[in-house]
């Protein structure tokens, strides 16, 4: 009965890292994608979210006031030559050294499963 103990807190605890790994993961990439975002600037955005709501609508301008904008001009694509950009050949490579990666992780958590269930 020791030694089932024993395996179960080893895989107890390695669950409870994968999983605060991973919400360590989710919250750095929720942060590099918006931002870090602390409980005051939650606050303070809320609040200038309700100032704007309480302030109220300008009328739209006239015929007079209004000014002529620009014609947008179409931007030019870009002409490329007959070979691959580099930045495809990297990110080509980088896909396949993280599935490779990925693949032999998978593996070596299948063989620790393997070896604490037996």
């Known amino acids: 009965m ?6 179960f807190a080893l895989f107890g605890l390695l669950v409870a890292l994968c ?18 975002l602390s409980g005051q600037q939650q606050t303070e955005q809320l609040e200038q979210t309700q100032d704007d709501i309480k302030k109220p609508v300008k009328e739209t301008p ?14 030019q694509p870009l002409k490329r ?5 580099s ?3 990297l990110a080509d490579h980088t896909a396949g050294v993280l599935q490779a990666v990925s693949s032999g992780g998978i593996r070596f958590i299948v063989s620790i499963f393997d070896a604490i269930t037996q």
Do not use: N, W
């Open 87 to 89: 930045v495809d050949v």
């Open 2 to 7: 020791g030694r089932f103990t024993i395996r």
């Open 62 to 75: 006239g015929k007079e006031e209004r000014q002529e904008e620009p014609a947008a001009t179409q931007p």
């Open 81 to 85: 030559s007959g070979k691959e950009p």
């Open 19 to 36: 999983i605060l790994y991973g919400i360590e993961m989710a919250t750095s990439g929720i942060e590099r994608i918006q931002g870090p």
